[in-house]
Each structure stands twice: as C-alpha cells, then as structure tokens.
C-alpha cells in the first residue's frame, strides 16, 4: 500500500494518492508510515530524479499536487497523533525582488522532505524575516534573490539575527541565480543552495546541528 502511495505520487496521481492515503488510514496503518515511507519516501524519489535531471519541473509539480492531495487527507490525524514535523523554515524573496519560481520550487521540495515551511512571499523586508523566525520557531531562514541590487538585503537579515540574538539558533541559508559561495561566506550566510536539490540536503544537515533539532 505505500509503496503505491509512493508510486503514484511519483506519476502525479493526486486522486490516486488520495484514495491510497484513505484506505491506508482506515487499514491501521499509521499516519507516521504513511507519511515518511508514502509520501515523503516518493517525493525523496523526485528529488532524487530531478537532481539527475531525469525528470524536470513540471514532473516535479505535477508530483507536488499529488502530495499535497496526499496530505490534505492525512493532516487532521497527523494532528490528532501529535506527530511532528521535521522542522520549521521561513522562505522569502527579498525585499525589492518580486521572482519567486526559485523559492517556491525550494518550498515544495522542502515541505516533500518533512519541512514545515512558512511561506512570506516575495518582496519580503529583512525585519519580516527575523520576526518570522521568531513567531514561528523557526531554525532556518532560506532567501532568495534574482537581481543583484536586491542582495544585500541579505546581509540585512544575517545581521538582524545577530543582533537580535538568533544567532545561535537560526541558520541562515541564501540562493538565485546572481548568488555565489563567495558571498554567502560575505556576509556570514551559512550555507549556499545553487539548486532545489542542494537547499533540501542542507537543510537537513543543518536541522541535525546540535541545538538545531527539529521543532516540535
């Protein structure tokens, strides 16, 4: 059964899933199992595929809107079972920049793994960012930018952590097209995703930091 959860999740299937993840639940199996060897196990599969470029965006849309069919149905008793998630993010295009394909493509891979993501848009002021992380205990800010005028609002937020004393328990990664290692290290960024892909590997990297540990 969740090995077809996880089948046609990867084919885009949403009424499929859907169906699957129902009749999964009213089996007995658990809303954990369905959740990480279901649709986290097909999602991690899509990652995968997209990394080697097997299969491209739409596919990994597609894939997405299955998931979240998916989800729709095993919410309420993930819920009711208390089970948490692996981890809270705050994503955001930053201020001045109103592209978002990036980060939203970063979003849906995330949410894939096991991230709750707290989704602030694009055109989002460094101050937003901060406040976000804070309300939401939040361990990871991801940001993005696609013009090279708007990247220094990034060194905005990494500075507004620290003096607001995140520092020890926010880690902030940064992205886009006009965005290197070089200037992650800069301004004192923790980590570069260059892809979809690499954002998610360092998410979980960094959520497994000690005192980093996932919000419940």
Do not use: C, W
Request: net charge negative.
């Amino acid at each position: 059964m969740l090995a077809e959860i996880s089948r046609n999740l990867i084919n885009g299937d949403g009424e499929e899933v859907a169906a699957l993840t129902g009749r999964a639940l009213g089996e007995g199996i658990t809303a954990r199992r369905i959740l990480d060897e279901g649709l986290i196990g097909g999602m991690t599969v899509v990652g995968d595929r997209f990394k080697a470029h097997e299969i491209f965006l739409p596919d990994v849309l597609m894939a997405a809107k299955a998931m979240y069919a998916g989800m729709d149905v095993l919410r309420p008793r993930l819920v009711r079972d208390g089970v948490p998630s692996r981890g809270r993010v705050v994503l955001g295009t930053v201020q001045g920049d109103l592209h978002d394909i990036g980060k939203n493509l970063v979003g849906i891979m995330l949410r894939g793994a096991g991230f709750e993501i707290i989704d602030l848009g694009n055109d989002v002021a460094p101050q937003r960012f901060v406040e976000a992380a804070r309300e939401h205990d939040a361990r990871i800010i991801g940001m993005s930018a696609l013009l090279t005028t708007t990247m220094p609002a990034m060194s905005k937020v990494v500075d507004l952590v620290k003096q607001e004393g995140l520092g020890a328990k926010v880690r902030i990664i940064i992205g886009g097209a006009p965005v290197s290692e070089e200037f992650a290290q800069r301004i004192g960024a923790d980590a570069y995703g260059f892809d979809s892909a690499k954002a998610v590997d360092l998410v979980k990297n960094l959520m497994s930091e000690p005192g980093h540990e996932a919000a419940s």
